[in-house]
C-alpha cells in the first residue's frame, strides 16, 4: 500500500467521537444485548407457523416504530442535546413503517405518509423538538445503520455540523414481509439459528440502534468503508468486494481486538462473508455473531449491533454490514 494514494471506499475521520448509544433488542438495551451475545443466550422465542423470532417489548398499537426510535433515542439524544451548533439526524429505516403501509393497503390514506422510508427522521426530530437541523435519512438494507451513521459522522468530518444523532430501527414482523423472506427460503423456521456453521437461514427481528456523534466522547470513529458489489440483485457475488473493505481497515486500524460480523446464518451469505474474513491477517480476531442470539434486525441489524458492541470491553473494534442488494459497509471505532 503506497503512502498517500486513496484508497476506494475508504474514509478516515479525525473529528468525530460516538458520543453515547442504546439499542433495543429481543435482548433489551445495549448493555443488556452485549451480555446476551457476548455469553450467547438466546433472547427470541418460537411460535408454531412463525417460527423463531426476535420481538422488542413495546405497547402495541398506531405509531409503535416511532415509539420504538424514540425510547431508544432517549439517552443519545440527552448526551448532545444542549451542545453547541448545528445538528444532523439520520434515524433511517430500510422499509419505511410496514404497520403503517399495511394501513394505508387497508384504506387508511393518511398512513401512507408515514410509510415511506425517510419519514422517521422527521418525526423523531418532531418528538424532541429539535427544530432546524440536517437531514440525512438513508435506505441501504440491512447496512442502512451503518450508512445513516457514516453520512451523519461526513457531515461532522466536513464541518457542516458539530453534532448528530444517527441510527435506524425497523419493525418487519408482518405477515407481508415474512412471507417474501419465506419465498427467498432464508428464515431459519423452526431450526435454531447459527452462524457460520450448518446453515440455518436468520430468526427476523424487531429492533432499533441509535447513536449520537459529537467531537467528544469515549469512542472514536477511525475508519468507514462503503462499497457495493452489483453483480447480483439480492447479493453479494465477487468476494475482491468485502476484502477490500477488510483490507482498508487493516490499514488504518489494525488489529483490532473484536469483529461483529454480519453472520446471517443464510448459506451463500455466510460462505461469502467467511471467504473475506478467513484470508487476511485479521482472520485471527475474535468474532462476534449477533443474529442467532438477538435475530437479525433487517434494516436496524448494523446499527443494533454497533451499538451493543460499544459495551464491550475493548479497545478497536471492526463492524461489518452486508446489506441486500450490495450495500456494503464496515466501521472501525477505537476508544479516546
Same mark, same amino acid.
Given at each position: ?24 433488542? @429481543? ?89 415511506? !422510508?425517510?419519514? &422517521? ?13 440536517? !437531514?440525512?435519512?438513508? @435506505? ?24 448528530? &444523532? ?17 419465498? &427467498? ?5 423452526? +431450526? ?13 427481528? +424487531? ?32 468476494? @475482491? ?6 483490507? @482498508? ?23 461469502? +462473508? ?36 460499544? +459495551?464491550?470491553?475493548?479497545?478497536? &473494534? ?19
Amino acid at each position: 500500500m503506497l503512502a498517500g494514494v486513496p484508497i476506494a471506499g475508504l474514509r478516515r475521520y479525525g473529528r468525530v467521537a460516538l458520543v453515547a448509544w442504546d439499542c433495543l433488542s @429481543a435482548a433489551g438495551d445495549a448493555r443488556a444485548a452485549w451480555s446476551a451475545c457476548s455469553n450467547a443466550a438466546m433472547a427470541l422465542r418460537h411460535v408454531d407457523g412463525l417460527g423463531w423470532h426476535g420481538v422488542v417489548e413495546t405497547s402495541p398499537g398506531a405509531e409503535r416504530l416511532l415509539r420504538l426510535a424514540t425510547a431508544t433515542a432517549a439517552r443519545p439524544w440527552l448526551a448532545i442535546r444542549n451542545l453547541p451548533g448545528e445538528l444532523a439526524l439520520g434515524i433511517s429505516t430500510s422499509k419505511g413503517d410496514p404497520a403503517a403501509l399495511d394501513r394505508a393497503l387497508a384504506g387508511d390514506a393518511r398512513a401512507f405518509i408515514a410509510a415511506l !422510508p425517510g419519514q &422517521l427522521t422527521p418525526q423523531l426530530a418532531g418528538v424532541f423538538g429539535c427544530g432546524i437541523y440536517q !437531514p440525512v435519512p438513508v @435506505a441501504a438494507a440491512c447496512s442502512t445503520g451503518l450508512y445513516a451513521l457514516l453520512g451523519c459522522a461526513d457531515r461532522i468530518e466536513d464541518g457542516l455540523c458539530t453534532r448528530a &444523532l444517527a441510527g435506524a430501527a425497523d419493525l418487519s414482523l408482518t405477515p407481508l414481509l415474512i412471507a417474501g423472506f419465506r419465498a &427467498l427460503g432464508v428464515l431459519c423456521g423452526d +431450526e435454531r439459528p447459527q452462524a457460520f456453521g450448518t446453515p440455518t437461514g436468520f430468526a427476523p427481528a +424487531e429492533g432499533a440502534g441509535l447513536i449520537a456523534l459529537a467531537g467528544d466522547g469515549p469512542w472514536r470513529l477511525t475508519a468507514s468503508v462503503r462499497l457495493g458489489d452489483a453483480r447480483h440483485e439480492t447479493e453479494f457475488r465477487d468476494p @475482491a468486494t468485502l476484502h477490500h473493505a477488510l483490507d @482498508a481497515l487493516w490499514q488504518v486500524v489494525p488489529r483490532p481486538d473484536l469483529i461483529i460480523t454480519h453472520g446471517t446464518g443464510t448459506a451463500r451469505g455466510d460462505a461469502y +462473508e467467511r471467504t473475506g474474513l478467513d484470508a487476511g491477517p485479521w482472520r485471527d480476531v475474535p468474532r462476534l455473531h449477533c443474529k442467532p442470539v438477538i435475530g437479525h434486525c433487517l434494516g436496524a441489524s448494523a446499527a443494533v449491533e454497533l451499538a451493543l458492541g460499544l +459495551e464491550a470491553p475493548v479497545k478497536r &473494534l471492526w463492524k461489518l454490514g452486508l446489506g441486500f442488494g450490495g450495500h456494503l459497509a464496515a466501521v472501525a471505532v477505537e476508544r479516546s
